[in-house]
């Protein structure tokens, strides 16, 4: 039972453009939602939260919107850059604090 | 310095023997993680540990059995191993109790069951 899809396995995006990465949940108790960025042989780093309370939270090139009502949530990055090739995870949990729920990963080729 | 490091960082053995993984943070976070990522690319939470005591023990065969000595170690020691134990094992920690949702994550050790 995937509780966190990322239904894309892969995107390609042009250096400069804007990178949509997707996830879709089902526990209408998650409330918590988190990306993760992996390199090969490197383990998953912290990228950017946000909170169900919030709709949308920003940091730098990185965006997260959250649809509550869609349980759907995106990862924008704004301009896409070669260094931005990797592995993007989505992870939820249910209250802040409790175990993450990941899903199986998109993988981003930024080509330049 | 390596904020949360594992060894070995491969490991390949026959079926039937007895391993283990190291795990150790120098972060001074007080709950540590195991996930395994299996081939369908998933992470999957295994264990977790606060301040030594464990509060996640997910549905994982007793074959699989932690052991934190401290709070910034938590070994992963596994018995009789089978071809399905083949994964990428990756360690973690977090601050926070009982766990912190931004875990800084190992480099992983590959597990080849042959």
């Known amino acids: 039972d995937q509780q966190v899809k990322q239904n894309s396995p892969s995107l390609s995006v042009q250096e400069g453009r804007i990178s949509i990465l997707n996830c879709d949940y089902t526990n209408s108790m998650f409330d918590y939602f988190l990306w993760y960025k992996k390199y090969p042989a490197e383990g998953p780093t912290f990228l950017i939260s946000?909170?169900?309370?919030?709709d949308k939270n920003e940091d730098g090139r990185f965006t997260v919107f959250l649809n509550k009502s869609a349980k759907h949530l995106s990862l924008h990055i704004v301009p896409s850059q070669p260094g931005d090739s990797a592995v993007y995870f989505c992870a939820a949990s249910a209250g802040y604090g409790n175990k993450l729920v990941f899903g199986a990963g998109t993988i981003l080729r930024v080509k330049s | 310095d390596t904020a949360v490091s594992q060894t070995p960082k491969y490991l390949v053995t026959q079926m039937g023997n007895d391993k283990s993984i190291k795990c150790e943070q120098n972060l001074g976070h007080d709950t540590m993680y195991w996930y395994k990522q299996d081939s369908k690319k998933f992470l999957k939470i295994m264990f977790s540990y606060n301040n030594k005591e464990l509060i996640i023990n997910e549905t994982v065969p007793n074959r699989f059995s932690p052991k934190s000595p401290d709070k910034a170690h938590l070994n992963l020691h596994i018995n009789s191993l089978e071809l399905g134990d083949s994964a990428v094992y990756f360690c973690?920690?977090?601050?926070?109790?009982?766990?912190?949702?931004?875990?800084?994550f190992g480099p992983g050790t590959r597990l080849t069951v042959l």
């Open positions: 973690a920690s977090s601050q926070g109790t009982p766990m912190g949702n931004e875990q800084f």
């Open positions: 946000i909170s169900s309370i919030k």
